[in-house]
């Protein structure tokens, strides 16, 4: 088992719905990240949290470090938005990320 | 900031050559990463650096070699390419550890025929 699941693995939505990716781990963790891929390749982190939610703009992202579990939230979705969205965790223990294998999603007008 | 440049963005070896991957930042971090994805799977770390002159194997490191001589540069030797070596490698930098934003590179495309 990965430390580190995605769901789903593909999602398919039309634009304006609400998108939930979800993302749960199995270790202990200083961090988890959000990153996103784009159709061309490059990755960027989105959000980086160690509790509790942060938005930017319709991105939303939580974490329950209780039940080992993050979502990332879509708001009014765009077929812009369309592209790999990747979880990756920090351990308490290390300087390296463990990543999940990520979830497409694709956005039709 | 250029932020974390690649060098080449594609590159096709004949199995037995060698090649490095360049990897450069700008933002005075000291974690640098390299990691190697192929198609439909996650991430993986190949080798990384906490600092100049210390380096450390990943998930991924066999057939890879690293240095770390200035802050600035973390290039990645293959030797002897490999066809299982065909994949999309990025480099990344951080300013701490896993704790802190990564940046990445835009990835270099290579395909070992």
């Known amino acids: 088992k990965n430390e580190v699941e995605q769901s789903p693995q593909n999602l398919t939505a039309q634009e304006g719905e609400f998108i939930t990716i979800n993302c749960s781990y199995s270790v202990g963790i200083s961090a988890l990240h959000w990153l996103q891929q784009h159709p061309g390749g490059g990755i960027v982190s989105l959000f980086m949290?160690?509790?509790g939610k942060k938005k930017h703009g319709r991105l939303i992202a939580t974490i329950n470090i209780q039940e080992k579990h993050s979502s990332l939230h879509i708001t009014a979705s765009h077929p812009r938005d369309s592209a790999v969205y990747i979880c990756?965790?920090?351990?308490?223990?290390?300087?390296?990320?463990?990543f999940g294998e990520g979830t497409q999603l694709t956005v039709n007008p | 900031n250029a932020g974390v440049t690649q060098t080449p963005k594609f590159r096709i070896l004949k199995i037995g050559q060698s090649m490095t991957l360049q990897c450069t930042q700008d933002?005075?971090?000291?974690?640098m990463y390299w990691y190697r994805q192929d198609p439909g799977m996650g991430l993986k770390l190949i080798y990384y650096?906490?600092?100049?002159?210390?380096?450390d194997k990943g998930e991924v490191p066999n057939g890879y070699n690293v240095s770390r001589s200035t802050t600035e540069d973390f290039p990645l030797r293959l030797e002897l390419a490999a066809p299982s070596q065909t994949s999309v490698y990025f480099c990344a930098s951080s300013r701490q550890g896993d704790a802190y934003e990564q940046y990445f590179g835009p990835g270099t495309r290579l395909t070992v025929t």
């Open positions: 650096s906490v600092g100049a002159g210390i380096t």
């Open positions: 933002m005075n971090h000291n974690y």
């Open positions: 990756a965790v920090g351990r308490t223990s290390g300087s390296r990320l463990t």
């Open positions: 949290l160690s509790s």
